[in-house]
């Protein structure tokens, strides 16, 4: 299986398990953005997983299974939000207001320059969301910046 079918087999795993529709799935070529280290992106608007065709074609299968979850947790938030349902009406107002107002990482890669981002509680949800299906499909921990380890 190449990385391409890793990543859209890894959308359609999540999306079943978290019972949601499968949101559209394609590649992007990286020139095509402003920030060239994205791996991959949910579009609430669109309703789409997009991922880094040239970082697809490079990476580890682990990394893109990872990326696959971590975006389709996104997605699983854009349905809730989109739908009202399955979670709590202050995580839905929360997950609403941070999906209108998302903070993009700033490409350097690292928690200080990007505290802002991870401390949003859609990025934390999907990065708690994801080390869990990771480790308990693979048996494999996932790195997790510290003050994320110690809320989820």
Not at 78 to 91: A, N, P, Q, V, W
């Amino acid at each position: 299986m190449n990385n391409h079918e890793v990543a859209i087999n890894g959308v359609k795993i999540i999306a079943k398990i978290l019972n949601i529709p499968v949101p559209h799935i394609s590649f992007f070529d990286p020139s095509e953005v402003s920030n060239n280290e994205i791996t991959g992106m949910y579009l609430f608007e669109s309703d789409e997983i997009i991922f880094n065709e040239e970082w697809i074609a490079k990476s580890q299968w682990i990394e893109v299974i990872v990326t696959a979850f971590h975006e389709t947790r996104h997605a699983y938030q854009g349905y809730c939000i989109r739908t009202r349902t399955l979670e709590s009406k202050d995580t839905l107002d929360k997950w609403e207001y941070e999906t209108l107002n998302y903070i993009r990482p700033t490409g350097k890669n690292n928690e200080v320059d990007d505290h802002d981002y991870l401390n949003q509680s859609i990025e934390i949800d999907a990065i708690g969301f994801t080390h869990h299906k990771i480790y308990e499909f693979f048996g494999v921990k996932t790195l997790l910046p510290k003050f994320i380890k110690d809320s989820i």
